[in-house]
């Protein structure tokens, strides 16, 4: 058995003095079982290294959850579908309200689309149908024809005299807006 | 053996009280305290814990003049201490909490390398299971890169055991992980 086996590990840590370095350092240029267990032991030494910082590595490394990346992915998706698509957005419905009785009275003056009745008219006044056709606003309107003499005393309307009334009725059934054109 | 050590390459003679000096021995001392520490079975929050406690009490102790020889062989003994004290964590057993978290390490090789890397460091993991308590302590302080005289002071044992202890270390390691 090799004398310098036991000065090996001591050697490679520097912790001999000159003297005893100087003679493991010449025993070792020519001795080849030292030289390769002083080959298994630096290999055993850097292993071990690299074990305390992997050790160190796996505990103090912050590491992001699985789910992390996966949910981002598909915030990402749908965000890209959205502004892709946006008419494949889902609204909410609106909301329903009940109709006054402003609005039930009003739609149940309306008349039957069809047939139409035509109104003869004791003034002689242009039918109220064709005239509407220059104002007709942009939304759906309901158009109601009433006879002057069924709102106003004999003599009350000179004769000639016509006019319109634009009734804007809102959404719950309320007059929104009155308005008189000759 | 010789009885010497390498000076730190910390400005040790001209150490003072100030606060400054300290943050430079906390910048070069802290990765390898928290190594040591973690790798007693410490967990990281606990390890974090044990190094603060450590240079508040390095600033106490020199603060009234304290001694100022071998200051890292010092934190180290006050970080091994309380390490003990916290019998709970200490008394995990070095291999046992490394074997699948040395995962996170070989995640960044190759495929190959890993496999072969993940093999290495299980059959050092359970060669290290093998190994007293003090062969332990010995190897982990000998790769913070303390001297035979600075572990046989934070352990307590002569110099000379700490090189018996450290080679008997290393052949059972080598021994049982065929290299």
Known sequence: ?182 | MSDDSIPLALPLLRFAAGSSEVTTLYRELRKPLLRYLICLGLSSDEAQDVVQDAFLSLQRHLAPGGKQENIRGWLFRVAHNEARNRQNSYHRRFGEPLDAETDSLVEQATPEHAVLEKEKFRQLALAIGLLTESERACLLLRAGGLRYREIGEVLGIATSTVGDTVERAIKKLAEKCNV
């Open chain 1, 1 to 182: 058995m090799c004398d310098f086996r036991g000065r090996l590990i001591a050697w490679l840590d520097h912790e001999l003095s000159q003297d005893e370095a100087a003679a493991v350092k010449r025993h070792v240029e020519g001795c080849r079982e030292c030289r390769s267990r002083l080959q298994a032991y630096e290999h055993v030494s850097r292993t071990f290294d690299a074990y305390c910082d992997a050790a160190m590595a796996a505990k103090t490394s912050r590491r992001v959850p699985r789910w992390v990346p996966a949910l981002a992915g598909a915030v990402v998706t749908v965000t890209v579908l959205l502004l892709a698509f946006p008419s494949a957005r889902v609204e909410p419905p609106r909301p329903v309200h009940a109709p006054t009785a402003a609005a039930i009275a009003a739609r149940v003056l309306e008349p039957a689309p069809a047939p139409r009745k035509k109104i003869h008219r004791q003034h002689g006044v242009a039918p109220v149908q064709n005239q509407a056709v220059n104002w007709l606003p942009a939304e759906p309107a309901v158009q109601i024809a009433i006879p002057a003499e069924a709102m106003f005393p004999p003599g009350a309307v000179p004769e000639g005299i016509n006019f319109i009334a634009e009734l804007s009725i809102g959404p719950d059934g309320s007059a929104e807006r009155v308005r008189l054109r000759p």
